[in-house]
Structures are given as structure tokens and as C-alpha cells.
């Protein structure tokens, strides 16, 4: 996890724990600087989430996305990129449910885009 929430680049990483304090997921924001990994543009955000798999689909990453566009709002961010493995259906069906619309095709990955209004 510090390589979420101590990154340099990190806008927020929002934790979801259920009453026990359990981690039920994740959701990261960073910055993309130039030459970051992932090949994003310039001053874009890039999510990251990942829920443990006995807590899907029970609104835990609806609930973190809230707390992720908080975060870009106050950043200002136009652009979020959020990009996925191409064989992983309910990673694309979660980010396009959130908003986020593909825009490019890379080897393996599809990447989305969720455009904030300005
Ligand atoms: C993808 C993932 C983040 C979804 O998180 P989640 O907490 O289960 O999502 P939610 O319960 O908040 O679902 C929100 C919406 O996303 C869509 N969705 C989520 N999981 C889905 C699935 N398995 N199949 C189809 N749609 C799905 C639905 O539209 C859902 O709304 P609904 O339940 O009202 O129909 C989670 O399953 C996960 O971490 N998977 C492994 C890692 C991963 O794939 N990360 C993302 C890509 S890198």
C-alpha cells in the first residue's frame, strides 16, 4: 500500500473498511508527470482499485469513486485515465457503470477516459 499512499505522485488513495476494520478495497489518484509508466498525458489523473473479492459488487467501488472525484475536483483534473487489462470484463464494466469511455487500445490493456466537467 505505500507504494499507493506515500507515491510522490499520489492525489489521494481512499481505503474501504467494513466495522471490524477490515480493508474491503482501495482506490488510488495520482498525478500523471511526464514519463510516467503508464503513458498518460500530461497532467491527467490515473485511478487504480481493487476490491477484495468477497466484497464485490456491494457498492464498495461506487463509494470509493465518489470519494476519488472529491479528490480530482479539488485538484482540478479535466481527465481521468483509467486503464484496464482487455480480458478483464468486470474491471471494464465497473469503470464504464462509473463513466469512464474508452479512448485507446494498447497490447493487452484498454484505456478509458472519464472527462470531469469544467
Ligand atoms: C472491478 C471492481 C473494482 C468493482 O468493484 P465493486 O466494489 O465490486 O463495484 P460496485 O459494487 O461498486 O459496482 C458498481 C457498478 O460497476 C459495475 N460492475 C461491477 N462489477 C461488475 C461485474 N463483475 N460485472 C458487471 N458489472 C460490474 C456494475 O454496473 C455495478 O453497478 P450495479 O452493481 O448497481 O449493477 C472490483 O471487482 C475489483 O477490484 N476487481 C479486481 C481488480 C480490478 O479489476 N480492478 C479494476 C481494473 S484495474
Not at 474501504?16 to 498525458?41: C, E, K, T, W
Not at 481493487?50 to 479539488?74: K, N
Not at 479512448?103 to 484505456?111: A, D, H, K, T
Amino acid at each position: 500500500m505505500g507504494h499507493y499512499i506515500s507515491h510522490p505522485d499520489s492525489i489521494r488513495c481512499t481505503l474501504a473498511g467494513d466495522q471490524s476494520g477490515h480493508i474491503l478495497g482501495f482506490q488510488s489518484l495520482r498525478h500523471a508527470v511526464a514519463d510516467n509508466p503508464y503513458d498518460v498525458a500530461v497532467g491527467w489523473g490515473i485511478i487504480g482499485t481493487h476490491i477484495r473479492p468477497s466484497a464485490a459488487r456491494r457498492g464498495v467501488g461506487r463509494g470509493l469513486f465518489a470519494q476519488t472525484l472529491d479528490a480530482a475536483h479539488g485538484f482540478d483534473l479535466t481527465f481521468i485515465d483509467a486503464t484496464i487489462g482487455a480480458k478483464n470484463a468486470e474491471g471494464l464494466a465497473y469503470y464504464e457503470a462509473m463513466g469512464f469511455r474508452e479512448y485507446r487500445q494498447l497490447e493487452g490493456v484498454v484505456s478509458k477516459v472519464y472527462q470531469l466537467p469544467s
